[in-house]
């Protein structure tokens, strides 16, 4: 079974400019998560997707962010303009069940260098 | 707001010489804690969940165990392919999301 995928793996940017990330889920989760480590840090929670629904974006640092997730099955990440405190590395996370708890699955991670 | 706590940083280990890693937490309403791996550029690898305070998980070399404020993954006669950071998470109140730990690498030597 395919795990977390996640596009690309490293994207170099001015800041300024536009840089969308894509991620895709194991197949059959409904649960979608994304997280960003920044230099020296824990990893943190940006937001968490119900099939296409946003069920909690309490970790979304700016509205300079947005995240989509179409039809319930892929999401992508989009930053926009890029600021240099927006570098990192970004995680996707997948996990099976609507509620409880339940074990996320990581993807690889998309490193982000903004100049 | 959750905090996760992990100590130490860092530890370097000879290949056999067991140990512990610790990982304290404040929270309100904890569901579960969770150990996760992480080799250098991949994501976190899930090893474990605990629910409730008195609960061991064991795999191979790994036994997570858990307390109503630290939870401890003991590493037992550890070989160098256990080199990895490893990081601690919690989940709470009625939300989906973590809350990691900021992880301690470890290091064993042959």
């Known amino acids: 079974e395919a795990g977390v995928t996640q596009f690309p793996s490293h994207s170099v940017i001015e800041k300024g400019q536009t840089v969308t990330l894509r991620c895709d889920p194991i197949s059959g989760h409904d649960n979608l998560y994304w997280y960003r480590r920044v230099m020296g840090k824990e990893i943190k929670f940006l937001l968490h997707f119900v099939k296409e629904s946003k069920q909690d974006e309490s970790g979304m640092p700016n509205n300079r962010f947005l995240a989509e997730r179409t039809g319930g099955t892929y999401s992508t990440l989009k930053v926009q303009p890029a600021e240099l405190e927006d570098s990192g590395v970004y995680f996707c996370?997948?996990?099976?069940?609507?509620?409880?708890?339940?074990?996320?699955?990581f993807g690889p991670g998309t490193r982000l260098t903004v100049l | 707001e959750d905090q996760v706590t992990q100590s130490p940083e860092a530890l370097r280990l000879q290949e056999g010489e067991s140990s512990s890693l610790n990982c304290s937490y404040t929270v309100s309403g904890l569901r579960g804690l969770f150990w996760y791996r992480q080799d250098p550029g991949k994501g976190p690898e899930f090893l474990f969940t605990?629910?409730?305070a008195g609960e061991e998980k064991e795999k191979e070399r790994l036994k997570a165990t858990l307390t109503k404020k630290e939870s401890f993954l003991h590493i037992t006669a550890p070989k160098p392919e256990d080199s990895a950071t490893y990081l601690c998470a919690v989940q709470t109140g009625g939300y989906q999301k973590v809350t990691f730990g900021t992880g301690t690498k470890l290091q064993v030597i042959p």
């Open positions: 605990l629910y409730s």
């Open positions: 996370a997948s996990s099976q069940l609507a509620g409880g708890i339940n074990e996320q699955f």
